[in-house]
C-alpha cells in the first residue's frame, strides 16, 4: 500500500500564503506524476495542479499565477505553495500520486488518495 500524507492547510486571510506538502511512503518502486485537488461543499473534486516526475508543471486556470506546485523526488514529496488566496479558494485539498509497483515479476501501476487538508480563506 501506498500512502500520502498532507499538511499545511489552515485558515488564513484573503491575500495570505499557505504551503502545502504532502508525503509519500510505502512500497513502490517510482513515482510519478503528483497533484492536488480540492473539493468545497456542493461541489465536485477538481483539479488545481499536477506535476510529472520530470517536472512538467499543469494548472488549472483558476489558480495560474498564484499557485505554484513543486516536488522532491528523493523525498517522494509534493508541495503546492499558495499565495494571493482569495475566499473561493475555500475547499479540503486533497494530494494525489500515480505510482509504479513491482508484484512479483510484474510492473504494475497504482494511484493514491491523501486524507485530505481543510483551506480556509477568510477575514
Known amino acids: 500500500q501506498v500512502q500520502l500524507v498532507e499538511s499545511g492547510g489552515g485558515l488564513v486571510q484573503p491575500g495570505g500564503s499557505l504551503r502545502l506538502s504532502c508525503a509519500a511512503s510505502?512500497?513502490?518502486?517510482?513515482?510519478?506524476?503528483m497533484g492536488w485537488y480540492r473539493q468545497a461543499p456542493g461541489n465536485d473534486r477538481e483539479l488545481v495542479a499536477t506535476i510529472t516526475s520530470g517536472g512538467t508543471a499543469n494548472y488549472a486556470d483558476s489558480v495560474k499565477g498564484r499557485f505554484t506546485i513543486s516536488r522532491d523526488n528523493a523525498k517522494n514529496t509534493v508541495y503546492l505553495q499558495m499565495n494571493s488566496l482569495k475566499p473561493e479558494d475555500t475547499a479540503v485539498y486533497y494530494c494525489h500520486a500515480d505510482f509504479l509497483k513491482v508484484v512479483g515479476s510484474t510492473w504494475n501501476e497504482g494511484d493514491s488518495w491523501g486524507q485530505g487538508t481543510q483551506v480556509t480563506v477568510s477575514s
Open positions: 510505502g512500497r513502490f518502486f517510482r513515482m510519478n506524476t
